[in-house]
């Protein structure tokens, strides 16, 4: 119950205070290891439903497999980071969006936003999705299955969950006047010192001012790489099949998931750190 540097990521301190204090017998070390386990398995999980409801069981497992023993997934799933809950809320949003496309499940497309708009309670790079979510309502918009009285009800939904992440944030201040600090605060909490944590203002210096010769000679070059831990050149080459493949199922998911992927590798591109591993997953 400690305050870790910018933004915060208090959704993942619950859970990282709630796994230490599990009855088994082992370190505390050991108990949180298993809290990123937990949630790579069930990003896992999450996955591979999220294909099956357009794709066959073979063609899940293999996605599901495909990105579970991939070297940086299983890194991030043994070791004490935030990255697995990312990667595990947006699953599940993903699961939910693609239950909605196959079924028209507006129960499972509510779980989806809501689950999507508590991810920003962990950490801040799931804002890349957004545009995928814009689309997806704006496409949606004039079906006659999403009447306006529906998308009232999303908004709610999304307001709800809005809520529930400014809640989450409270941890904060709260455990920064209970001198649990990080040393961002010097231990006084300002109106202004607590909006700049949250949005990680001492990071902004790593966004790129992108021109074509630092494209083409320093960050894709260095987007590939991370992409060739995770996977060899080979699986790389097949991935576009199973892009056809998803969208001559469902344009619809297969848009979605596109568009997200976009966002996030446009994140990428314009934010250089050093330890870039986990922003990849």
Same mark, same amino acid.
Not at 85 to 97: E, Q, R
Not at 136 to 148: S, V
Not at 213 to 241: D, F, G, H, K
């Given at each position: 119950l400690g305050v870790?540097?910018?933004? @915060?990521?208090?959704?993942? *301190?619950?859970? &990282?205070?709630?796994?230490?204090?599990?009855?088994? $017998?082992h370190q505390i070390s050991t108990r949180i290891n298993l809290l990123s386990a937990t949630f790579g398995a069930l990003t896992i999980a999450f996955i591979y439903n999220a294909i099956r409801e357009h794709g066959s069981v073979l063609a899940a497992i293999v996605a599901a497999l495909a990105l579970a023993f991939g070297p940086l997934f299983w890194v991030f799933s043994?070791? $004490?980071?935030?990255?697995?809950?990312?990667?595990?809320?947006?699953? =599940?949003?993903?699961? @939910?969006?693609s239950a909605f496309c196959g079924r028209g499940s507006l129960r499972a497309l509510d779980a989806a936003l809501?689950?999507?708009?508590? $991810?920003?309670?962990?950490?801040?790079?799931?804002? !890349?999705?957004?545009?995928?979510?814009?689309?997806?309502?704006?496409?949606?918009?004039?079906?006659?299955?999403?009447?306006?009285?529906?998308?009232? &009800?999303? =908004?709610?939904? !999304?307001? =709800? =969950?809005?809520?529930?992440?400014l809640a989450i944030y409270a941890y904060v201040p709260w455990r920064v006047h209970a001198h649990a600090t990080f040393s961002e605060?010097? @231990?006084?909490?300002?109106?202004?010192?607590?909006? &700049?944590?949250?949005?990680?203002?001492?990071?902004?210096?790593?966004?790129?001012?992108?021109?074509?010769?630092?494209?083409?000679?320093?960050? *894709?070059?260095?987007?590939?790489?991370? *992409?060739?831990?995770?996977? *060899?050149?080979?699986?790389?080459?097949? $991935?576009?099949? @199973?892009?056809?493949?998803?969208?001559?199922?469902?344009?619809?998911?297969? !848009?979605f998931v596109l568009l997200a992927l976009v966002g996030f590798f446009a994140f990428a591109f314009v934010y250089a750190i050093p330890d870039a591993d986990g922003f990849f997953m």
């Open positions: 870790s540097h910018p933004p @915060g990521n208090p959704l993942y *301190l619950w859970f &990282d205070a709630l796994f230490s204090r599990l009855p088994i $017998a043994t070791e $004490a980071e935030v990255y697995t809950l990312s990667t595990c809320l947006f699953a =599940a949003s993903l699961w @939910g969006v809501f689950v999507f708009v508590i $991810a920003f309670a962990n950490h801040l790079t799931i804002v !890349a999705a957004i545009p995928a979510w814009i689309w997806f309502f704006a496409r949606n918009r004039l079906r006659p299955h999403i009447a306006r009285r529906q998308l009232v &009800d999303r =908004a709610a939904v !999304a307001f =709800a =969950a809005g809520v529930v992440v605060f010097e @231990g006084k909490l300002t109106t202004s010192n607590f909006f &700049d944590y949250i949005t990680a203002k001492k990071y902004r210096e790593n966004l790129v001012h992108l021109t074509p010769s630092i494209l083409v000679n320093e960050r *894709l070059p260095e987007v590939l790489r991370y *992409l060739t831990r995770q996977w *060899l050149w080979p699986s790389l080459l097949v $991935a576009p099949l @199973g892009v056809v493949a998803i969208a001559r199922a469902n344009r619809k998911f297969a !848009a």
